[in-house]
C-alpha cells in the first residue's frame, strides 16, 4: 500500500482540515508529517465546529488511528487545550491517537524566543504564529532538541534545563520582551505529565508495518506549499517542509511508498504574515473577500491577505509537490461578482514570465490575469457538479486545463458535507 498525501498549494488555510475530515472515512491512518500548533485545521459537521492545532483531522472517526509524526513540533500546553476540546464532544480520542516518540518539543522558551525574534526584527519581521515553530526546528537542526522520547528518560530534567539555559543566554541578544517565564513552565510541566498518557511509538515501524499489512494511510499537510522552508517566498515561510517530499522525512517512509498527492488550492488566494504576494488585492476587493469568506486566521484570529488566485503560483507548487488531484474549496465565497480574475503570468520590468522568480521579494511584479464572467447565484452547499453554475463551471474548467490537473472535488461551504465529488 502507499501514502497518500493532503496538502495545502498556497500559503496555508486552504481548507486542509475540512477535506481530511471528509476523506478519512476512507482510511485507516491519518498522519500529521510536519508543522505544529501554527496550524489551524477547522472541522465542522454536526452543527459543531473544532479547530485541531497539533492532533490530525480524523480525529473524530471512530475505528481510526491518528498519527503525529517525527516530523511535527509540539507543544504540550496546546495539545492539551485541545485534547479538552475533544473530551467535551465525548471523543475518545486516547484510544485514537499515537506520538512519535521522535518528534521534537516547544519549550515555554522557545515561545520566548520566537516572540523576542520578532519584535527584533521589526518591520522586516516575518509575522510569525509566535507559537515557537523557528526556534524548535531550529534546535533540531543544531542538535540541541528535546523529543517526545526524552520525557519518559531519567535524564530528562537535566536535558531540559540544559536547553533552557542555553535559551535564557541567547535571549540577552534581544530585546526583552513580556513573558512569564515562570507561569508558563509550571503549565509545561503539568502538561507533559498529560502527554505522558498518550502512546508513544517508534513512527518509522509503525507506519511501514501497517503499510505492510495493507492499511490506508492519508498524509495531513499543515501550512501551505509556498511557505516550504526551501522553495516558498524565503525568508516568509515556516520552518519545516511542507512539501509532498516533507512526508517521507516527517513519517519515515520511502518516495516509493507516495500514492495519490491531492492538492488543495482556494478558487481565490490568501496569506497571513508578512511577505510577497503577487495577486494580492490591497483594495476594496480585497476587503470584500475577506469579508465574504470569513479571512481571519484560525490559530491568531489575524485578517489574511486576500487576493485573486495565481496560476503561476500554482503551477509552481503542483510541480513541487507532483499533484495527482486537484481540490478547490471556497467557490461559494465567489458569488455576486460581476467577473473574477485570475493571474496567469507575471510581468517584471517589462519581461513577461510564467515563473516565480527567486527575486520574489525584491522585484515589483504586476500580475497579466484573465477575466472570467462571474455568477449571480449562490454555490453553497450544492453537492451535484451540474447544479453550479455554468460560468462557474467555465472558470472550474478554464483552471483545470491551465493547470493539467483534475478538480477531484470542488467545496461548497464550510461544512463536511458541502462537497461535490467528480
Ligand atoms: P486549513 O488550515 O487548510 O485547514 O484551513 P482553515 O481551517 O485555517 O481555513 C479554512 C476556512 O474555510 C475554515 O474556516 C473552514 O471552515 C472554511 N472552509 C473550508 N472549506 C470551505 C468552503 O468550501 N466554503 C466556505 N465558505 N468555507 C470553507
Ligand atoms: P495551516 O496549517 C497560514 C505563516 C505565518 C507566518 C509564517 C511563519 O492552518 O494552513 P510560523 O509560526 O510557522 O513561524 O510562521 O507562516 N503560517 C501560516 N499561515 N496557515 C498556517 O497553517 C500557517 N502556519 C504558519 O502566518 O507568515
Ligand atoms: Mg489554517
Not at 88 to 105: G, V
Not at 276 to 286: A, V
Request: proline fraction near 4%; hydrophobic fraction near 35%; include cysteine.
Amino acid at each position: 500500500m502507499k501514502v497518500d498525501v493532503i496538502l495545502g498549494l498556497q500559503w496555508g488555510d486552504e481548507g486542509k482540515g475540512k477535506i481530511v475530515d471528509y476523506l478519512a472515512s476512507n482510511y485507516d491512518i491519518v498522519a500529521r508529517f510536519q508543522g505544529g500548533p501554527n496550524a489551524g485545521h477547522t472541522l465542522k459537521f454536526d452543527n459543531q465546529k473544532f479547530v485541531l492545532h497539533t492532533i490530525p483531522s480524523g480525529i473524530f472517526r471512530a475505528g481510526l488511528i491518528n498519527l503525529i509524526g517525527n516530523g511535527v513540533v509540539i507543544d504540550p500546553i496546546t495539545l492539551e487545550k485541545e485534547s479538552k476540546t475533544l473530551d467535551d464532544a465525548n471523543i475518545d480520542y486516547m484510544n485514537r491517537l499515537l506520538i512519535s516518540k521522535k518528534a521534537h518539543l516547544i519549550l515555554p522558551t522557545h515561545r520566548n524566543l520566537d516572540v523576542a525574534s520578532e519584535a527584533a526584527k521589526g518591520l522586516n519581521k516575518i509575522g510569525s504564529t509566535l507559537k515557537g515553530i523557528g526556534p524548535t526546528y531550529m534546535d533540531k537542526t543544531g542538535r540541541n532538541g528535546l523529543r517526545v522520547g526524552d520525557i519518559i528518560s531519567p535524564d530528562f530534567m537535566n536535558k531540559y534545563n540544559v536547553l533552557k539555559k542555553k535559551h535564557l543566554d541567547l535571549l540577552k541578544s534581544f530585546p526583552s520582551v513580556d513573558f512569564d517565564l515562570e507561569s508558563e513552565e509550571k503549565r509545561w510541566f503539568e502538561s507533559i505529565e498529560f502527554l505522558k498518557k498518550f502512546q508513544f511509538v517508534n513512527g518509522e515501524y509503525y507506519i511501514n508495518e501497517q503499510l505492510d499489512k495493507g492499511k490506508k494511510i492519508l498524509a495531513e499537510g499543515a501550512q501551505g506549499s509556498m511557505l516550504d522552508i526551501d522553495f516558498g517566498t524565503y525568508p516568509f515561510v515556516t520552518s519545516s517542509n511542507t512539501l509532498t517530499s516533507g512526508v517521507c522525512i516527517g513519517l519515515g517512509i520511502s518516495p516509493n511508498r507516495i500514492g495519490e498527492v491531492i492538492g488543495i488550492t482556494k478558487a481565490y488566494c490568501t496569506r497571513v504574515g508578512s511577505g510577497p504576494f503577487p495577486s494580492e488585492l490591497d483594495n476594496e476587493q480585497g476587503e470584500w473577500l475577506r469579508q465574504q469568506g470569513g479571512e481571519f486566521g484560525s490559530t491568531t484570529g489575524r485578517a489574511r491577505r486576500c487576493g485573486w488566485i495565481d496560476l503561476v503560483q500554482l503551477k509552481y507548487t503542483i510541480m513541487l509537490n507532483g499533484v495527482t488531484q486537484l481540490v478547490m474549496t471556497k467557490i461559494d465565497v465567489l458569488q455576486d461578482l460581476e467577473s473574477i480574475e485570475a493571474c496567469v503570468a507575471y510581468r517584471i520590468n517589462g519581461e513577461v514570465t510564467e515563473e516565480i522568480p527567486y527575486e520574489i521579494n525584491d522585484v515589483k511584479i504586476e500580475t497579466i490575469t484573465q477575466s472570467f464572467s462571474g455568477w449571480n447565484a449562490s454555490t453553497a452547499g450544492i453537492t451535484v457538479h451540474s447544479d453550479l453554475p455554468k460560468e462557474a463551471i467555465v472558470y472550474l474548467n478554464s483552471i483545470e486545463k491551465s493547470l493539467g490537473v483534475p478538480f477531484t472535488m470542488i467545496s461548497t461551504g464550510p461544512e463536511r458535507e458541502s462537497l461535490i465529488i467528480k
